[in-house]
Antibody, heavy 117, light 107 residues
Framework: EVQLLESGGGLVQPGGSLRLSCAASGFTFSNNAMAWVRQAPGKGLECVSGIIASGGSTFYADSAKGRFTISRDNSKNTLYLQMNSLRAEDTAVYYC??????????WGQGTLVTVSS | EIVMTQSPATLSVSPGERATLSCRASQSVGSNLAWYQQKPGQAPRLLIY???TRATGIPARFSGSGSGTEFTLTVSSLQSEDFAVYYC?????????FGQGTKLEIK
């Protein structure tokens, strides 16, 4: 059974940093591209970043460029999202999603990031 | 960035009836289009990929069609568990982009 378990969310002040993690199991993690998708309260879905299976290429939405860094450790079956210079508009539930190979076939339950003073 | 536009924003349909949801892309995405269902407090669930292929375990009452810039999701006979928000997503280009969602509500 595919499982994606996000962690690392919480309350952070504007300008602060957080590192999200997504622990994957039930599939060959190193064979799949992965992505982070967020959802602000009461709003729609936004794909903020993606990474290919090897980690050799990464992709970012304009809203994340220069502030967020996606990475993965295939030896630990874990996906990461380092978020710096956080803003109030980054407040959202952040989902980890598995690509198959391009659409997202499995999603985690999400971790809430709240940016507020 | 490819902009995805869904219509209508809200669709009121009675159980047992058919629902038709639309999605338009600002430029051609070929058949690189997926549909997701999201219920309150839950993660999205993949319904359709490749514009018309049902994901594993998705009932046959869900069907997708279209290519290029115009796409449709049809639910042939609505069940109580189908009332939710539906999103289309293109995966032809980065960044992957979603429509704003269509809320399917009970009439």
């Amino acid at each position: 059974e595919v499982q994606l378990l996000e962690s690392g969310g919480g309350l952070v002040q504007p300008g602060g940093s957080l590192r999200l993690s997504c622990a994957a199991s039930g599939f060959t993690f190193s064979n799949n591209a992965m992505a982070w998708v967020r959802q602000a309260p009461g709003k729609g879905l936004e794909c903020v970043s993606g990474i290919i299976a090897s980690g050799g290429s990464t992709f970012y939405a304009d809203s994340a460029k220069g502030r967020f860094t996606i990475s993965r450790d295939n030896s630990k079956n874990t996906l990461y999202l380092q978020m710096n210079s956080l803003r109030a508009e980054d407040t959202a539930v952040y989902y980890c999603a598995k690509a198959a190979p391009y659409h997202f076939d499995y999603w985690g339950q999400g971790t809430l990031v709240t940016v507020s003073s | 960035e490819i902009v995805m536009t869904q219509s209508p924003a809200t669709l009121s349909v009675s159980p047992g009836e058919r629902a038709t949801l639309s999605c338009r892309a600002s430029q051609s995405v070929g058949s690189n289009l997926a549909w997701y269902q999201q219920k309150p407090g839950q993660a999205p669930r993949l319904l359709i990929y490749g514009a018309s292929t049902r994901a594993t375990g998705i009932p046959a009452r869900f069907s997708g069609s279209g290519s290029g810039t115009e796409f449709t999701l049809t639910v042939s006979s609505l069940q109580s568990e189908d009332f939710a928000v539906y999103y289309c997503q293109q995966y032809n280009n980065w960044p992957r982009t979603f429509g704003q969602g269509t809320k399917l509500e009970i009439k």
